[in-house]
């Protein structure tokens, strides 16, 4: 496809249930970030990678959020024993350049993650 | 800190009656700073980047501005379909990653 695709597109879960996110970013590019987004907020940075490597990991809130891009094309992010707060939309974007660029990052449209 | 803060929170016109939108930053150092439009349900979507102060970028009704404290998007003539969240980003120099740091955004509606 021509742009960053997200699945699901909406997800329910149990609280203390592990969650996996999908993120199929542009072709060719080689870097791809994921955000979080609270309602009425802008995006938040999680984490970067670049190709295969996952060069930031600043942005994770806990150690039950695990990211991985093996390929350096698709990338999944894992939330293990979900809480009520990790409800949130979450983002993935991509862009052409490594770190070094500027380049703009194009945005998936989102899983929205609702824990019950 | 680094900081990005958008103003107004939210912003109503009338068709035609044009405006501005304020995004101020404070960061270490600015490798470029980005407006990006979002729908409801949707991702952001990218407007423009900005590099250095005294830019300007233009986009049909939108223009983009850069100082070295903040950046205005002006909207001349906004139509309906221009409705939207306005939100800005920026980008750091340094380090190993050039994540975005966001605004909280700027809902704008449009009335015909």
């Known amino acids: 496809g021509a742009g960053v695709s997200q699945s699901p597109r909406y997800k329910v879960a149990k609280r203390g249930q592990d969650v996996a996110l999908r993120c199929d970013p542009i072709s060719g590019h080689v870097s791809l970030f994921w955000y979080q987004q609270a309602l009425g907020q802008g995006p938040e940075f999680l984490t970067y990678?670049?190709?295969?490597?996952?060069?930031?990991k600043s942005g994770l809130p806990s150690d039950r959020f695990f990211a991985e891009r093996p390929e350096g094309s698709v990338s999944t992010l894992k939330i293990q024993r979900t809480q009520q707060e990790d409800s949130a939309v979450y983002l993935c974007?991509?862009?052409?350049?490594?770190?070094?660029?500027?380049?703009?990052?194009?945005f998936g449209d989102g899983t929205r993650l609702s824990i019950l | 800190e680094d900081q990005v803060t958008q103003s107004p929170e939210a912003l109503r016109l009338q068709e035609g009656e044009s405006s501005s939108l304020n995004c101020s930053y404070t960061?270490?150092?600015?490798?470029?700073l980005f407006w990006y439009r979002q729908d409801p349900g949707k991702g952001p979507e990218f407007l423009f980047t900005?590099?250095?102060a005294g830019e300007e970028k233009e986009k049909e009704r939108l223009k983009a501005t850069l100082t070295k404290k903040e950046s205005f998007l002006h909207i001349t003539a906004p139509k309906p379909e221009d409705s939207a969240t306005y939100l800005c980003a920026a980008q750091l120099k340094g380090g190993a990653t050039n994540k975005l740091i966001f605004g909280t955004g700027t809902l704008l509606a449009v009335q015909p």
């Open positions: 990678f670049q190709n295969e490597a996952q060069l930031d």
């Open positions: 960061v270490s150092g600015l490798r470029g």
């Open positions: 974007a991509s862009s052409l350049e490594g770190f070094m660029g500027s380049q703009p990052q194009h």
């Open positions: 900005l590099y250095s």
